[in-house]
């Protein structure tokens, strides 16, 4: 059984920091490219960040440019996100998505995400 379990959500103050954590299970965590997507209330959900397979490759919408960092530990089968001087507008429900592609199949998977709520 895959499991996604995100965790490090919570109320922050505008201008302060978040590192949220995406523990992995029932999956070669090494092998999936990592993202962390967003939703804030009222909207659809939007990519924030990208960590290839090999880790050496990441991305970032140029929205999100500098203010985030996106990592992994293999050995740990975690993924992390780094947010820094965080703003109201970043209030969202925060997932983890975890995607391969093997063989021609397509694997995609989430996890059940975690608040953030930055108060200004």
């Known amino acids: 059984q895959v499991q996604l379990v995100e965790s490090g959500g919570g109320l922050v103050q505008a201008g302060g920091s978040l590192r949220l954590s995406c523990a992995a299970s029932?999956?070669?965590?090494?092998?999936?490219?990592m993202s962390w997507y967003r939703q804030p209330p009222g909207k659809g959900r939007e990519w924030v960040a990208l960590?290839?397979?090999?880790?050496?490759?990441?991305m970032y919408p140029d929205s999100m440019k500098g203010r985030i960092t996106i990592s992994r530990d293999d050995a740990k089968s975690t993924a992390y996100l780094q947010v820094n001087s965080l703003m109201p507008d970043d209030t969202a429900v925060y997932y983890c998505n975890a995607k391969k592609i093997q063989r021609g199949i397509p694997y995609n998977y989430w996890g059940q995400g975690t608040q953030v709520t930055v108060s200004s």
């Open positions: 960590i290839r397979s090999t880790g050496n490759i990441t």
């Open positions: 029932g999956i070669i965590f090494s092998t999936y490219d």
